[in-house]
T-cell receptor, first 116, second 115 residues
Framework: AQKVTQAQTEISVVEKEDVTLDCVYETRDTTYYLFWYKQPPSGELVFLIR??????QNEISGRYSWNFQKSTSSFNFTITASQVVDSAVYFC?????????????FGKGTKLSVKP | DGGITQSPKYLFRKEGQNVTLSCEQN?????MYWYRQDPGQGLRLIYY???????QKGDIAEGYSVSREKKESFPLTVTSAQKNPTAFYLC??????????????FGAGTRLSVL
């Protein structure tokens, strides 16, 4: 069963629009971590944020914000006032406490295109 | 600069040939990982190593082999048994290999194609 679902395969917006990338996860663990990574055209994955299962506070970092809701098993990512440089593939990932040995389970990614 | 270096950036494999992808890190991380990425797919774990001289199979290890003789190096060999090797390969490392809070840091990848 897929444990991390990113239902949006591709999103295209015009610069300065706000955009939200969805991430839904599935786990039986009570302790787990959620991550977002950005993969620009260069190919390297860049770590953006880590959130643990006990901290449901939303987080804001500049134009980026994350909304973690355990009730809906979601960890959504919003970019405010998008820019062309935000164009990339974004991955959501899950790390479970039990049996994972620290390994990440990735979603299939959402490709974001921001047009000028 | 500290980081993860993958080489080569592009690699071509002939039929029946083994090829080796290099991954070196100078972050002093204990754990290293190899992932395969296919178009429209997430990352799938091939092999990982939490300590020198030890490694474990991931979800898609068939047709691949690895070694971990040095802390900073984790080369991946794509053998002739891997019938569909064309993909983008990413190497990663992390400092806390058995912790779920483990952040993995990635290299720039190697794109492998079959001639």
């Amino acid at each position: 069963a897929q444990k991390v679902t990113q239902a949006q395969t591709e999103i295209s917006v015009v610069e300065k629009e706000d955009v939200t990338l969805d991430c839904v996860y599935e786990t039986r663990d009570t302790t787990y971590y959620l991550f977002w990574y950005k993969q620009p055209p260069s190919g390297e994955l860049v770590f953006l944020i880590r959130r643990n299962s006990f901290d449901e506070q939303n987080e804001i970092s500049g134009r980026y914000s994350w909304n973690f809701q355990k009730s809906t098993s979601s960890f959504n990512f919003t970019i405010t006032a998008s820019q062309v440089v935000d164009s990339a593939v974004y991955f959501c990932a899950l790390s479970e406490a039990l049996g994972s040995q620290g390994n990440l389970i990735f979603g299939k990614g959402t490709k974001l295109s921001v047009k000028p | 600069d500290g980081g993860i270096t993958q080489s080569p950036k592009y690699l071509f494999r002939k039929e029946g040939q083994n090829v080796t992808l290099s991954c070196e890190q100078n972050l002093n991380h204990d754990a290293m990982y190899w992932y395969r990425q296919d178009p429209g797919q997430g990352l799938r774990l091939i092999y990982y190593s939490q300590i020198v001289n030890d490694f474990q199979k991931g979800d898609i290890a068939e047709g691949y082999s690895v070694s971990r003789e040095k802390k900073e190096s984790f080369p991946l060999t794509v053998t002739s048994a891997q019938k569909n090797p064309t993909a983008f390969y990413l190497c990663a490392s992390s400092q806390e290999p058995t912790e779920p809070k483990n952040i993995q840091y990635f290299g720039a990848g190697t794109r492998l194609s079959v001639l």
